[in-house]
């Protein structure tokens, strides 16, 4: 054990926070004191440890992709043209189109190409801009009898609103939004700490089918239509989990 | 709290002064909540709200401002989430058999590897943990880590002994019930 009265002055010579001459009369002291000196040896072999064991955890690229996009626009490194990417990801990107474009040609009809991007990227913009402090939602309510009937008269539909909180994906509000030239319900529900919004309409006012999977700027949106209605949740969330929600509200 | 005001102010854009510290609030995220997934989420949010209060910040230590913006993120999630992580009382007297040789203690530190260490670190409470992460693999200095923590440096300082008291402890603990399992087979 180092000696008593000099214990903070050897903290402080340790960490370099002692001023010029303080630091030299420890440095005296020192040359006299086993006790302090071997502290000191202690010290340093346990900082030597923790330096060579690596322990800093650097930022994924996902991460700050990820950041990137949900930072507004002019918080962003400029030029924003396409990130660059890890080859991985762009497999998982290429992957996930092309999942999207098969499961687009085999279970939905393709109508209008040009028309289906544009009401997803509407709906990316959306959920973009739901993400910005303040905008999520009109009515913030868990309470699936709270949220419907604030619809009532907004709308000239009724959304099915269903909590999923026991599942793992609780209903945390909605608000009324609009995407492909309509008001649409936006329903909001949250996975740990990313949101999911559920954009629902009616089939037949809208034109555009848009593919089950598909990714743009980084955020995955799975669309489906049920009882007349089409449905497309958009997030940040990985694939699979949105799928399992997705499986979720269609039952 | 002049949340429109977003522009390059005197202090430059968020871009230049936020961004860059992405790793360092990675980093304290991971080692508060010790898991990488919660780890993204409290970064993202932490960078949210950086860039919400952004038109508040005076200039000065930008690394500093964004790490207090990550500790607090991650004490709202354990107050919300884990409450018994910020309870978590420390058991002082893990005390190990005093090593008597001179020098013994430097030597078994030093033998100590990797995941071990790891590992010790990781059973730290979280105050401990934190103030070890900002001085020995973020580097900052007592003032520094004052400022990320909101306490006063004599504070910083009795709080580091401890926490390098107790890892030290851990690790000898470790490197010992390591030595005893040798040989027992």
């Given amino acids: ?251 | 709290m002049g949340e429109q005001k977003r522009g390059p102010g005197p202090v430059g854009t968020f871009e230049q002064v936020v961004l860059p510290h992405m790793d360092a609030a990675y980093n304290l995220a991971r080692w508060l909540v010790r898991n990488t997934s919660d780890a993204e989420d409290m970064v993202q949010e932490a960078y949210l709200r950086a860039f919400k209060f952004f038109g508040g910040y005076q200039g000065g230590d930008a690394r500093a401002w964004v790490l207090k913006i990550v500790r607090n993120t991650c004490y709202s999630f354990f107050e919300k989430n884990r409450p018994a992580e910020l309870a978590e009382e420390f058991d002082e007297k893990i005390h190990t058999a005093e090593t008597e040789q001179a020098g013994a203690e430097a030597t078994l530190l030093k033998s100590a590897d990797s995941r071990m260490l790891r590992e010790a670190l990781d059973e730290l409470p979280v105050n401990f943990r934190e103030v070890i992460v900002l001085r020995e693999l973020e580097g900052m200095s007592y003032k520094e880590i004052a400022e990320v923590t909101g306490v006063p440096i004599g504070t910083v300082m009795s709080g580091l002994a401890r926490a390098r008291t107790q890892l030290r402890e851990r690790l000898l603990h470790a490197r010992a019930k390591e030595e005893q399992g040798g040989l027992r087979k």
């Fill in chain 1, 1 to 251: 054990m180092a000696c008593e009265n000099n214990k903070s002055l050897l903290r402080g010579y340790f960490d370099g926070e002692l001023d010029l001459v303080r630091n030299l009369e420890f440095e005296e002291h020192l040359k006299t004191c086993p006790d302090c000196a071997q502290e000191l040896g202690d010290q340093q072999a346990l900082r030597d440890s923790l330096q060579a064991a690596n322990l800093y955890e650097r930022a994924p690229e996902s991460l700050r992709n990820r950041i990137r996009a949900a930072l507004p626009a002019e918080a962003r490194p400029q030029p924003i043209a396409m990130p660059r990417r890890p080859v991985l990801e762009w497999l998982a990107v290429a992957a996930a189109i092309l999942i999207a474009v098969f499961l687009g040609a085999k279970v939905l009809p393709n109508i209008g190409g040009q028309k289906q991007n544009l009401v997803a990227e509407e709906i990316v913009a959306s959920h973009i801009r739901s993400m910005q402090p303040g905008h999520l939602y009109d009515v913030e309510s868990t309470d699936q009898h709270t949220v419907k009937p604030w619809f009532d008269g907004k709308l000239d539909f009724a959304p099915p609103v269903v909590d999923l909180k026991e599942q793992g994906f609780p209903l945390v509000g909605g608000r009324l939004d609009y995407v492909d030239h309509r008001n649409v319900a936006a329903l909001v529900y949250q996975r740990r700490k990313h949101f999911i919004n559920v954009f629902v309409w009616p089939e037949e006012s809208s034109a555009a089918k848009l593919p089950e999977v598909q990714t743009i700027q980084g955020y995955n949106l799975v669309y489906w239509s049920h009882n007349g209605m089409n449905f497309c949740a958009a997030s940040d969330l990985n694939i699979a989990e949105i799928r399992q929600f997705a499986g979720l509200l269609e039952q």
